[in-house]
């Protein structure tokens, strides 16, 4: 089966005349259906940059990314922009909700603009906040939410298309730690019920204990990864932490 994601010798350079700096660094991995991948490294290790890259937010200076089989950085402007809202489901630190729109509003939304029938629009928004376990917030506002269930809506909109990828960057950053553990046993049941293929950046070892695999950055290159297997959240989590602390980063809280 060929993978949802492959990324294949990326190179994302900044700057010129003389004064360059890599971000990323020959770059390649492969992501599966159903996978859950994380992507961990120090402040400047390129880990943004690299999820950039991928979302068709940033363009390589070199190599290639294909996703379902096609080459996305082959693709001209507009069928970029028509993949990325198509395939592609964004959750990111800052949940980028509409203040005007309740939570319902917000997850249809990325339904109504494909298109998707009036008669089926409010089945599928009440079948993923159900799964998320926000279906007492679908009248509320974003105001009215805690950062918690706003941060689970934008989970709700970036799946509820069932994109082929789901793409996310320090979604627990700007949660307190009861919070993030919710909206991380949300994902892992999007990841499990749903399967759910997701590539996640995270600076915590405690968030990345949930992946399945995790790629470590290293001056915008891959320096090695770690595979959960057959370990417990708490074992990965000891051995997330025991790497980390080889590539002298942040360490997080114990579990």
């Not at 109504?112 to 998320?132: H, Q």
């Not at 204990?209 to 001056?219: G, T, V």
Request: charged fraction near 25%.
């Amino acid at each position: 089966m060929e993978p949802i994601l492959r990324v294949e010798h990326l190179v994302r350079e900044y700057g010129g005349r003389g004064s360059v700096t890599r971000a990323i660094d020959d770059v390649s991995f492969s992501v599966n259906q159903g996978e859950f991948v994380g992507i961990m490294g120090a402040s400047g290790s390129g880990k943004s940059t690299l999820l950039n890259c991928v979302s068709t937010i940033d363009s390589p200076t070199a190599g290639k990314i294909w996703v379902e089989g096609k080459e996305v950085t082959r693709m001209k402007p507009k069928q970029v922009s028509r993949f990325r809202r198509e395939r592609l489901g964004f959750v990111f630190q800052d949940c980028n909700l509409l203040d005007t729109l309740t939570a319902f509003e917000n997850i249809a939304l990325a339904l109504t603009i494909r298109g998707t029938a009036p008669s089926l629009v409010e089945k599928k928004v009440k079948e993923t906040a159900g799964l998320l376990e926000i279906a007492d917030c679908m009248n509320k506002y974003p105001y009215q939410m805690s950062g918690g269930q706003r941060q689970r809506t934008a989970a709700a909109r970036a799946i509820v298309t069932s994109p082929a990828l789901v793409l996310a960057d320090e979604p627990t950053g700007a949660l307190d730690s009861k919070s993030a553990k919710l909206l991380l046993d949300r994902f892992e049941a999007l990841n499990s019920q749903r399967e759910a293929t997701i590539l996640m950046v995270t600076h915590d070892a405690f968030t990345a204990s949930y992946c399945h695999r995790i790629l470590f950055l290293q001056d915008g290159a891959v320096l090695t990864q770690l595979e959960r297997g057959g370990q417990s959240r708490r074992e990965f989590f000891r051995q997330i932490i025991d790497v980390v602390t080889r590539l002298g980063g942040d360490q997080s809280d114990v579990l």
